[in-house]
């Protein structure tokens, strides 16, 4: 079992920056491929970055190639997601999610454990 808890949220202005963590508990968390997500009001939930078990591998939507990086620590069973040039299109609930496969390009049937979600909003 693992337990996701993501932090970092908050307002920020269009072109500005946000540092997401999801801190995970579990002997397992190494592992696990490791994924965020967003959902949007009214939109569907959508993959956003994934990263490998050991970090040597990244997949990210085109909506965010280029602005955003995710990384992880597998030492602190931390994941981040760093998100520079924020646009007001990025507002959404952000969600860490984990994976039993040790590589997911973010098939959300793939992902086992969803935290909670933080909000994450940009003004223009």
């Known amino acids: 079992q693992v337990q996701l808890v993501e932090s970092g949220g908050g307002l920020v202005q269009a072109g500005g920056s946000l540092r997401l963590s999801c801190a995970a508990s579990g002997r397992t968390f190494s592992s696990y491929a490791m994924g965020w997500f967003r959902q949007a009001p009214g939109k569907e939930r959508e993959v956003v970055a994934t990263i490998n078990w050991n970090g040597g591998n990244t997949y990210y939507a085109d909506s965010v190639k280029g602005r955003f990086a995710i990384s992880r620590d597998n030492a602190k069973n931390t994941v981040n997601l760093q998100m520079n040039s924020l646009k007001p299109e990025d507002t959404a609930v952000y969600y860490c999610?984990?994976?039993?496969?040790?590589?997911?390009?973010?098939?959300?049937?793939?992902?086992?454990?969803w935290g909670q979600g933080t909000q994450v909003t940009v003004s223009s």
């Open positions: 999610a984990a994976s039993k496969y040790r590589w997911s390009a973010g098939t959300e049937y793939e992902y086992d454990y």
